[in-house]
């Protein structure tokens, strides 16, 4: 999504997620996060405690939307979040002009205290609502970001910025100016950010978007699905080999409305499409063992996109597992480890499947019916 525009992934390692040039700093971390473990949702400032059972949240640094999440307020907005267990990956979005490099917001990022960051946001979009950068200055951005960071804390990951949201095989061809855009922007770095390097976007943790209604209204219809397959490829690994997550995080991954083909004045349809696009997600990320985060949180409005429809209300109450009904109208029985467990609500549905719990055989009929 073009608006706010995020988890840890890798295995103990010998290099700190996100080197790939030979004149950086090595170390070896202390901590270290299993992809399949990174499962999140974009969060903000105001809801602090309305996630219990989500072990991530994605946070958005003022160049991204309008907050107050910078300095002392993002350190302890942090902090709040780490004392009731949860993770945190920042994101970072560019922004325009000399600004783009403005080392004092490097710094902030790097001290407060974040799990991970993501440095850029949709970075290749050209667009109203976004701010592209060339790949030569996006180079740089990267670079002293991510060093930046690195001073600070060697072992959290950075992520590289992230791609707009593409449908394959439709955006086949827009798909493949992100690999060229991230060829071009290895060159750039290798020529003269830090010449003779050999710094490899394949060998970095990119950012990806999903928006789409997958699940709904055909069962079939998987778009992140296939975008795994198109990345898997282009980054020379098996999709099945059990390392996609230590290259991809979905940084967000929603559903799509507005200009997509759900009929958007349809409540019935929007609602099923939420709902099952969720599943569907949750469902294809942790088969993959792929960082993953939900976006949104709360349900919020924007006049380019329309409703982004989240797993709690504006006002940041829980919503029914189909929001055109009152809760408890459908419901879901999963199985987990301790048993099994009624599910009314769209944030304990999240939680529960991210905590490994299972889906009845017939949850694609009751959620549609």
Not at 25 to 48: E, K, W
Not at 138 to 158: E, G, N, T, W, Y
Not at 303 to 313: A, F, K, N, S
Request: a negative charge.
């Amino acid at each position: 999504m073009a608006i706010l525009v995020g988890s840890i992934l890798l295995t103990a390692c010998q290099l700190p997620f996100g080197i790939g040039n030979k004149t950086q700093p090595v170390a070896t971390p202390s901590v270290a996060f299993r992809p399949g473990t990174v499962l999140g949702i974009q969060g903000d400032a105001t809801t602090l405690n309305s996630y219990p059972g989500i072990p991530w949240v994605r946070l958005s640094y003022p160049t991204c939307v309008a907050s107050d999440l910078s300095g002392q307020v993002l350190k302890d907005t942090i902090s709040s979040y780490h004392a009731q267990g949860m993770h945190v990956m920042l994101t970072y979005c560019q922004t325009n002009g000399a600004n783009l490099f403005d080392m004092h917001e490097f710094n902030d990022i790097a001290q407060a205290g974040a799990d991970a960051v993501q440095c850029g946001n949709e970075q290749m979009k050209q667009s109203a609502t976004t701010s592209y950068v060339t790949p030569d200055r996006f180079a740089r951005f990267f670079d002293l970001c991510q060093s930046a960071i690195m001073a600070k804390r060697l072992v959290i990951p950075v992520i590289l910025g992230s791609m707009d949201p593409l449908v394959v095989p439709n955006d086949n061809d827009k798909l493949m100016n992100q690999v060229h855009y991230l060829d071009a922007m290895q060159s750039t770095m290798n020529a003269s950010v830090h010449p003779g390097g050999n710094w490899n976007w394949r060998s970095q943790t990119l950012g990806l978007i999903d928006s789409w209604h997958n699940g709904y209204p055909d069962a079939n219809t998987n778009n992140l699905a296939q975008l795994f397959a198109f990345w898997a490829q282009q980054l020379h690994i098996g999709i099945n080999s059990g390392n996609l997550g230590k290259h991809l995080w979905v940084v967000e991954g929603t559903g799509c409305v507005k200009g997509c083909g759900i009929d958007a004045s349809n409540p019935r349809e929007v609602a099923i499409s939420h709902i099952m696009t969720l599943v569907t997600d949750v469902k294809t990320t942790v088969g993959y063992g792929v960082p993953f985060f939900y976006f949104s949180g709360k349900d919020f409005y924007t006049p380019q996109i329309g409703w982004i429809y989240g797993v709690l209300d504006v006002n940041s109450h829980s919503k029914p597992l189909r929001q055109d009904l009152s809760i408890g109208a459908v419901k879901l029985v999963l199985t987990c480890s301790s048993g099994k467990i009624v599910v009314a609500d769209q944030e304990l549905l999240l939680a529960k499947l991210y905590g490994g719990c299972t889906l009845p055989a017939d949850y694609a009929s009751t959620l549609q019916s």
